[in-house]
Protein backbone atom coordinates (compact mmCIF):
# COMPACT_ATOMS: atom_id res chain seq x y z
CA UNK A 1 0.00 0.00 0.00
CA UNK A 2 1.11 3.33 -0.84
CA UNK A 3 2.03 5.75 1.77
CA UNK A 4 0.82 9.67 1.25
CA UNK A 5 1.54 12.75 2.87
CA UNK A 6 -0.56 16.05 2.05
CA UNK A 7 1.20 19.76 2.76
CA UNK A 8 0.86 23.24 1.33
CA UNK A 9 -2.96 24.09 3.43
CA UNK A 10 -3.20 26.78 5.04
CA UNK A 11 -5.11 30.15 5.51
CA UNK A 12 -5.72 32.75 2.28
CA UNK A 13 -7.61 35.66 1.60
CA UNK A 14 -10.50 35.10 -1.14
CA UNK A 15 -9.05 35.53 -4.61
CA UNK A 16 -5.54 34.08 -3.42
CA UNK A 17 -3.86 30.62 -4.10
CA UNK A 18 -2.14 28.03 -2.72
CA UNK A 19 -0.29 24.67 -4.33
CA UNK A 20 -0.88 21.64 -2.60
CA UNK A 21 1.44 18.56 -2.48
CA UNK A 22 0.97 14.85 -2.11
CA UNK A 23 4.03 12.89 -1.57
CA UNK A 24 4.39 9.16 -2.19
CA UNK A 25 6.19 6.42 -0.05
CA UNK A 26 7.23 4.20 -3.13
CA UNK A 27 8.56 4.45 -6.55
CA UNK A 28 5.44 2.65 -7.32
CA UNK A 29 3.53 6.36 -7.26
CA UNK A 30 3.54 6.49 -11.04
CA UNK A 31 1.66 3.37 -11.84
CA UNK A 32 -1.50 4.64 -10.17
CA UNK A 33 -4.22 7.09 -11.31
CA UNK A 34 -4.28 9.89 -8.76
CA UNK A 35 -6.72 12.01 -7.40
CA UNK A 36 -7.81 14.85 -5.14
CA UNK A 37 -10.69 15.03 -2.97
CA UNK A 38 -12.09 17.43 -0.13
CA UNK A 39 -14.32 17.36 2.24
CA UNK A 40 -15.79 20.15 4.23
CA UNK A 41 -17.48 20.05 7.74
CA UNK A 42 -20.34 18.71 7.73
CA UNK A 43 -20.69 17.24 3.98
CA UNK A 44 -19.48 14.33 2.04
CA UNK A 45 -15.98 13.89 0.83
CA UNK A 46 -16.31 14.92 -2.75
CA UNK A 47 -14.28 14.63 -6.05
CA UNK A 48 -11.86 17.53 -6.90
CA UNK A 49 -9.60 16.82 -9.42
CA UNK A 50 -7.37 13.71 -10.83
CA UNK A 51 -5.19 12.77 -13.24
CA UNK A 52 -4.05 9.38 -15.54
CA UNK A 53 -0.94 7.71 -14.42
CA UNK A 54 0.65 8.54 -17.63
CA UNK A 55 0.00 12.62 -18.01
CA UNK A 56 -2.55 11.90 -20.59
CA UNK A 57 -5.70 13.18 -18.92
CA UNK A 58 -6.88 15.17 -16.31
CA UNK A 59 -10.28 15.80 -14.57
CA UNK A 60 -12.23 18.26 -12.48
CA UNK A 61 -15.55 18.72 -10.45
CA UNK A 62 -17.17 21.67 -12.09
CA UNK A 63 -16.99 24.30 -9.82
CA UNK A 64 -13.41 23.99 -9.83
CA UNK A 65 -12.27 23.97 -13.44
CA UNK A 66 -10.43 27.02 -14.97
CA UNK A 67 -9.06 27.76 -11.25
CA UNK A 68 -7.33 24.66 -10.16
CA UNK A 69 -4.61 22.63 -12.33
CA UNK A 70 -3.82 18.80 -10.74
CA UNK A 71 -0.60 17.42 -11.91
CA UNK A 72 2.47 15.16 -10.88
CA UNK A 73 5.81 14.81 -11.19
CA UNK A 74 6.61 10.90 -11.47
CA UNK A 75 10.72 11.46 -10.97
CA UNK A 76 9.69 13.01 -7.68
CA UNK A 77 6.60 10.59 -6.66
CA UNK A 78 4.51 13.68 -6.39
CA UNK A 79 0.91 14.73 -6.76
CA UNK A 80 0.10 18.76 -6.94
CA UNK A 81 -2.89 20.59 -6.55
CA UNK A 82 -2.44 24.62 -8.26
CA UNK A 83 -5.47 26.03 -6.51
CA UNK A 84 -6.17 30.13 -8.10
CA UNK A 85 -8.66 32.31 -7.26
CA UNK A 86 -9.82 30.73 -4.00
CA UNK A 87 -13.26 31.12 -2.87
CA UNK A 88 -15.02 30.46 0.60
CA UNK A 89 -16.45 27.88 -0.61
CA UNK A 90 -13.29 25.74 -1.49
CA UNK A 91 -12.61 25.71 2.47
CA UNK A 92 -12.46 22.38 3.19
CA UNK A 93 -9.75 19.61 4.02
CA UNK A 94 -8.17 18.45 1.23
CA UNK A 95 -7.17 14.66 0.91
CA UNK A 96 -5.05 12.72 -2.32
CA UNK A 97 -5.48 9.07 -3.19
CA UNK A 98 -4.69 6.68 -5.09
CA UNK A 99 -6.99 5.42 -8.05
CA UNK A 100 -6.52 2.46 -10.52
CA UNK A 101 -2.91 1.34 -11.84
CA UNK A 102 -2.37 1.72 -15.13
CA UNK A 103 -5.54 3.76 -15.93
CA UNK A 104 -6.41 6.36 -18.44
CA UNK A 105 -9.60 6.59 -16.55
CA UNK A 106 -10.08 8.58 -13.30
CA UNK A 107 -13.54 7.67 -11.55
CA UNK A 108 -14.80 10.43 -9.44
CA UNK A 109 -15.87 8.38 -6.53
CA UNK A 110 -14.28 8.02 -3.38
CA UNK A 111 -15.34 4.23 -2.92
CA UNK A 112 -12.25 3.59 -6.02
CA UNK A 113 -10.02 4.69 -4.67
CA UNK A 114 -7.89 2.52 -2.21
CA UNK A 115 -4.94 4.28 -0.13
CA UNK A 116 -5.80 8.33 1.23
CA UNK A 117 -3.12 10.88 3.02
CA UNK A 118 -4.05 12.23 6.00
CA UNK A 119 -5.45 15.51 4.93
CA UNK A 120 -4.59 19.21 4.67
CA UNK A 121 -6.73 22.16 6.04
CA UNK A 122 -7.66 24.91 3.10
CA UNK A 123 -9.51 27.76 4.73
CA UNK A 124 -10.29 30.67 2.74
CA UNK A 125 -11.33 33.68 4.19
CA UNK A 126 -13.89 36.17 2.81
Known amino acids: QVQLVESGGGLVQAGGSLRLSCRAS????????MGWFRQAPGKEREFVAG????????YYTDSVKGRFTVSRDNARDTLYLQMNSLKAEDTAVYYC???????????????????WGQGTQVTVSS
Open 97 to 115: ATGRPYSDVVSFQAADFRS
Open 26 to 33: RRTFSMYA
Open 51 to 58: ISWNNGRT
